[in-house]
């Protein structure tokens, strides 16, 4: 299977091509952010799915921040640019999962663990942040978390 580093520099070219400058540009910064993560101090100079899968949920997010801020600052042409980029790294994660999925997932997780109430969060979310990495956003598994525990009280 290719990895995310290789499809995204192919993506570039084909962007470069296209004359896309959002995609191009969006597509340059994740490459930078991948390059830097694998030249990291401490690194071994390879990249798992896993890590780059982070890294493109934590520029999604600085990128709906970024917009976030530029239409309260009243600049919605900026504001718009960012989520268009977000839109782009997006393309790179694999499919999120729908509140239903989310929801039966999170179940399965406190039956598994034993929770009995939101005292048993720190637990739950544990297993819960590593089994669902990369499937939803991290805000929404804790979101679920808390809901379904304090169901069961």
Same mark, same amino acid.
């Given at each position: 299977?290719?990895?995310?580093?290789? +499809?995204?520099?192919? *993506?570039?070219?084909?962007?470069?091509?296209?004359?896309?400058?959002?995609?191009?540009?969006?597509? &340059? %910064?994740?490459?930078?952010?991948?390059?830097?993560? &694998?030249?990291?101090?401490?690194?071994?100079?390879?990249?798992?799915?896993?890590?780059?899968?982070?890294?493109?949920? +934590?520029?999604?997010?600085? &990128?709906?921040?970024?917009?976030?801020?530029?239409?309260?600052?009243?600049?919605?042409?900026?504001?718009?640019?960012?989520?268009?980029?977000?839109?782009?790294?997006?393309?790179?994660?694999?499919?999120?999962?729908?509140?239903?999925?989310?929801?039966?997932?999170?179940?399965?997780?406190?039956?598994?663990?034993?929770?009995?109430?939101?005292? *048993?969060?720190? +637990?739950?979310? %544990?297993?819960?942040?590593?089994?669902?990495? %990369? +499937?939803?956003?991290? &805000?929404?598994?804790?979101?679920?978390?808390?809901?379904?525990?304090?169901?069961?009280?």
């Amino acid at each position: 299977m290719e990895n995310l580093y290789d +499809k995204v520099s192919g *993506d570039i070219k084909t962007a470069m091509l296209a004359r896309n400058k959002v995609a191009l540009e969006a597509l &340059r %910064g994740i490459k930078k952010e991948f390059i830097e993560a &694998r030249t990291a101090k401490g690194g071994d100079g390879i990249m798992t799915d896993e890590v780059a899968i982070k890294i493109l949920q +934590k520029m999604i997010k600085q &990128r709906k921040e970024s917009a976030q801020i530029y239409s309260e600052q009243n600049r919605p042409e900026l504001a718009q640019n960012e989520l268009a980029e977000a839109e782009v790294i997006e393309q790179y994660l694999p499919i999120q999962m729908t509140d239903n999925e989310l929801e039966a997932s999170v179940t399965s997780i406190i039956e598994q663990v034993g929770a009995k109430g939101p005292q *048993d969060m720190g +637990k739950v979310m %544990g297993v819960a942040s590593k089994q669902l990495a %990369g +499937k939803t956003e991290g &805000r929404l598994i804790s979101e679920k978390v808390k809901e379904l525990l304090s169901k069961q009280n």
